[in-house]
């Protein structure tokens, strides 16, 4: 290729660039099709995964949520975004939270409390807009909960005064039937009823061969079971 | 009843004041429109939608930024080289609006009638260059010097193929003998005259672009290298210099250079048509309504390059200039002039 | 703030010739906040000097302060283009220490999901690099075909850019039928792009003038610093992690390793344009062979205690090679973390590869071995 040759295909080249170009141009121009987003005018579909502040989660059983302040959201939280506070309630053997004040603006959005929570109670919120005027983003989790508080812990207190009886009713013909293995198995039925209640750590199982069962081991330490899920907690023997 | 609208404003004492408000005001608005023309075109050439808020399509877009410029605090840095400073902006802004003055809008409408319009045009071309160093050399930065040094050699280097393609039109214009009924007498055809090159076009239907495609080509890509734009927009290349000879300047004095840099573009693209497309011929329309849509015609193909083609590097821009442009319209020029000998 | 200019970017001294230019950090063509002093003679780069260290987060000593869960978010920051690929890597790696089983769905998963990453990433760097080339329209382009990759990751993830979406044993979020069905649909659209792009930008005078010949980096260079991933491979060293060392599946999948010789910025351009096509085969074949099943192990333990020893794990970034380094001490905080990040190694190349091109080259080199500068900085 020659001189001449060269300063033509470059020429070419260029022609084939501009034909680009204005085939795009023409899409847009005389097609009226572009790809902008006019976000104040129209709102992009939120994806279903989509993740704003958290927040705790209304269940339509019992009408509010269902934390009960085992602070395992303010553990893992990597941005030490999560200040709760709480207990036990008058009247009810059910933990409640009081406080539940999350930093918005220190979370990352990682989604490690969502995790963390044993009653499941968090989800993210879909607030798309997260703009501010300030950086005071503060969000107090509880406040739309507060007026349906006492409440709840009014029907609380009943569910679980019916629920004793009939444990009651249940441990005594337990009793009557068989003799000490049911009465264990009525000591577990009363153990997932505390079970949201627990709030203490896990044991650390990781020394625990797998072959090792869970119900001695939550026996062993029932109190410290930071997760009280009846599920085994598996022995992961660590690899070395 | 005067010929020519400079013959109307030689009886006037205020002649002076009211061709120029004229050309401002006319610049003025055909910066803001060619502004708002070059955000509508790259939007569309990229998908988007480009200004649409203020005013009916974002046309007042412009102005608003305008207005924005001017109330910006003018901001001189401590080791500037002060007159300097402070006169290339104005420089720059000045010889453009003389450059206009001399287009030939109609047979009728041109405010400066000059029997050398073209090497006038070509003159205050020059000068731009001029504004351009000194702006690069008072800002006292480093890119703004680079920007300045590489905009002096391209456009010194990009004005001989220029030159030598207008020539050709010239050459064309002047050995070819038109004659042409000027002002009720005849008149043979002087090349360096711009309305007579129009004339000479109109009188035989036939545009210089035919006769003359190589120079037409040579003259658009020189145009663009002159005018700074993209892909040889290498004194202001901004990912390269950050913003080139202009870097130090803010608010009015960065937009008088903006203003320079767009009616610069205007002016290159109505010489085209003046040597090329046959000005203000055309059907049906008014001339100087053909002209300027010829000549937006021409600027559209300017931003259209613009917002297709990377930059290229300093050294092959000269190497282009050097290698490829300069020998092919030396050629351009002698082949017309062995025709137009032979013939 | 004087004390800050090293004395290298004062001028005065030497011949008078040579002076010296303070590119960045902030300069419209650093990536981040990537500093280069530069020694021009003229427009000739004599010396360069990248400076780093503006964009440091001590990612690494926050890892020795928190658990190894609490590190997942950090991630993704490390190197914000590639985040969903340094997030998967960095769970794959404790998997592999602790054992931990991945389900087969979350494995393809996770194949998507990285490669989807991959060509955001490649599609973000080709259009920087052009815009650091002067072409502004092939940015928004290829940003266009990028936001489509973002908003099909953001279905699963939720986030655009810092993922979070892996989790020790599987991922946050399974997949839909709408999700592989829009995947599979923008693999058709960005094979038609990529033709499109071939035609406006790889074939372009202009493009090819600025590119050829222009910063190479040899075998041997590549070799001697640790130059990683695409520069690599553009410089002819067929060595891609996820075929070097098959981590996370990836030896289910046909795909080729591709390489150039020239080393040039060119080679580098093709080589991951080539990487776009392969990303596409890839995810091509896990859409595939998806199969169903839970995303998550159902247990899983509360806290992953790194045994004691020391462990090091490395995946294919969209920049080369990043690697973990994990020193554990018997606790679910590691004593130590260190990343091995791509960028840096290969910047270090670029004072040789810079040193005798023109200053507008040093553009062009510099954004085309594609640094990203918190990842250098980590």
């Not at chain 3, 503006?54 to 000593?61: D, G, N, T, V």
């Not at chain 3, 981590?247 to 776009?276: C, N, Q, W």
Request: aromatic content about 10%; overall charge negative; some cysteine.
């Amino acid at each position: 290729m020659g001189y001449f040759g060269k300063v033509l295909s470059g020429f070419g080249s260029l022609l084939t660039g501009m034909r680009i170009t204005f085939s795009q141009f023409a899409k847009t121009f005389f097609g009226r099709k572009n790809v902008t987003l006019q976000y104040p005018k129209e709102q992009p579909k939120l994806a279903p995964a989509f993740r704003s502040a958290i927040k705790l989660i209304r269940f339509e059983e019992t009408g509010t949520h269902d934390c009960v302040a085992c602070k395992a959201c303010e553990r893992i939280c990597p941005s030490y975004c999560i200040k709760l506070s709480g207990g036990k309630v008058e009247g009810i053997k059910k933990k409640r939270v009081a406080e539940f004040e999350m930093d918005f603006s220190l979370c990352s959005l990682c989604g490690l409390c969502i995790d963390a929570c044993p009653t499941d109670t968090l989800e993210y919120s879909k607030v798309y807009e997260e703009a501010g005027y300030n950086r005071d983003w503060r969000v107090d989790l509880v406040a739309e909960f507060r007026e349906y508080e006492a409440e709840f812990v009014e029907k609380q207190r009943v569910i679980e005064e019916k629920a004793a009886t009939a444990k009651k009713a249940k441990a005594e013909a337990a009793k009557k039937a068989k003799e000490a293995k049911k009465a264990k198995e009525a000591e577990k039925a009363k153990e997932a009823e505390a079970e949201a209640a627990d709030t203490a750590e896990k044991p650390d199982t990781a020394e625990k061969p797998p072959a090792l069962e869970a119900k001695p081991a939550k026996a062993d330490a029932p109190a410290k079971a930071e997760v009280p899920t009846a599920e085994v907690p598996t022995a992961e023997a660590p690899k070395s | 009843m005067p010929e020519t609208l400079s013959q109307l404003l030689d009886d006037s004492v205020l002649a002076m004041p009211i061709a120029a408000g004229l050309i401002m005001g006319a610049l003025t608005i055909n910066v803001l429109m060619l502004v708002w023309a070059e955000r509508k075109v790259s939007a569309w050439i990229q998908r988007r939608m480009g200004p649409t808020e203020v005013g009916p399509f974002g046309l007042l877009q412009t102005l608003a930024d305008m207005l924005k410029l001017i109330s910006k605090q003018l901001i001189t840095p401590s080791n500037v080289d002060k007159p300097l400073f402070h006169l290339a902006p104005l420089l720059a802004f000045a010889p453009v609006i003389a450059a206009v003055a001399l287009m030939p809008f109609s047979k009728s409408l041109i405010l400066v009638q000059n029997d050398f319009g073209l090497l006038f045009v070509f003159a205050f071309g020059g000068i731009a260059v001029i504004a351009i160093f000194m702006a690069g050399w008072g800002s006292n930065n480093k890119y703004a010097l680079l920007g300045a040094i590489r905009s002096v050699a391209q456009s010194i280097s990009y004005e001989i193929p220029l030159i030598l393609s207008a020539l050709s039109v010239v050459l064309v214009v002047n050995a070819m003998g038109f004659t042409l009924a000027s002002g009720g007498s005849i008149v043979v055809a002087n090349g360096l005259d711009l309305s007579h090159i129009v004339m000479a076009q109109d009188q035989h239907g036939l545009w210089f672009v035919l006769v003359q495609p190589i120079a037409a080509i040579i003259y658009f890509i020189s145009a663009l290298a002159e005018t700074n734009r993209a892909p040889f927009d290498i004194p202001e290349a901004e990912s390269e210099l950050v913003a080139g000879f202009h870097t130090e300047y803010s608010g009015m004095r960065f937009s008088m250079f903006f203003f320079a840099e767009y009616t610069n573009m205007l002016i290159v693209s109505m010489l085209a048509v003046v040597l090329f497309f046959g000005g203000w011929d055309g059907p049906v329309l008014p001339g100087p309504l053909w002209f300027f849509l010829k000549s937006y015609m021409v600027i559209f193909v300017m931003m259209w390059v613009r917002w297709t083609f990377p930059r290229l590097r300093f050294d092959q821009l000269m190497t282009f200039c050097w290698k490829v442009m300069i020998p092919l319209s030396i050629l351009n020029l002698l082949a017309t002039a062995f025709v137009v000998a032979v013939l | 703030m004087t004390n800050a200019v090293p004395p290298e970017a004062t001028p005065g001294g030497g011949d008078g010739e040579v002076y010296s230019l303070n590119m960045g950090p902030q300069h419209p063509s650093m990536h981040g906040v990537l500093r280069l002093l530069l020694d021009l003679k003229g427009e000739e780069v004599v010396k360069a000097k990248p400076v780093v260290g503006y964009s440091h987060r001590a990612h690494e000593k926050m890892a020795e302060n928190r658990n190894t869960l609490q590190f997942l978010p950090n991630t993704s920051r490390i190197d914000y283009l590639s985040g969903m690929i340094y997030n998967l890597g960095y769970c794959q790696a404790i998997e592999k220490i602790l054992g931990i089983e991945v389900s087969e769905r979350a494995v393809y998963i996770r194949v998507i999901a990285n490669e989807l990453n991959r060509i955001s990433s490649h599609l973000l760097w080709f259009g920087t690099f052009l815009l650091d080339l002067g072409g502004i329209t092939p940015f928004l382009y290829s940003f266009d075909d990028r936001e489509e990759i973002l908003d099909i990751l953001d279905q699963v993830t939720g986030s655009r850019l810092t993922y979070c979406y892996g989790r020790f044993g599987g991922v946050t979020m399974d997949v839909d039928e709408d999700f592989l069905a829009r995947t599979t649909a923008f693999l058709a659209r960005i094979r038609e792009r990529l033709g499109m792009y071939d035609d406006l930008v790889a074939k372009n005078v202009i493009l090819r003038e600025r590119c050829i010949n222009v910063g190479v980096i040899s075998t041997e260079m590549a070799k001697s610093y640790g130059v990683t991933g695409p520069s690599l491979r553009a410089s002819g060293v067929v060595y891609d992690v996820r075929r070097a060392e098959p981590y996370g599946g990836y030896e289910k999948f046909d795909f080729d390793v591709p390489v150039l010789h020239e080393g040039d910025t060119m080679a580098r351009f093709h080589i991951r344009i080539s990487e776009i096509e392969e990303s596409c085969k890839i995810i091509e074949q896990a859409i595939k062979g998806i199969p169903e099943g839970a995303i998550l192990p159902k247990k899983m333990p509360k806290r992953f205690k790194i045994p004691e020893g020391e462990y090091y794990f490395a995946v294919e970034s969209a920049r080369g090679h990043f690697g973990m380094y994990i020193v554990g001490d018997g606790t679910d905080v590691p004593a130590k973390l260190k990343l091995r990040t791509p960028s840096f190694s290969n910047l270090s190349a670029m004072p040789e590869a810079l040193a005798g091109t023109m200053l507008a080259d040093t553009i062009a080199i510099v954004g085309s071995i594609d640094v990203v500068m918190p990842e250098i900085d980590r």
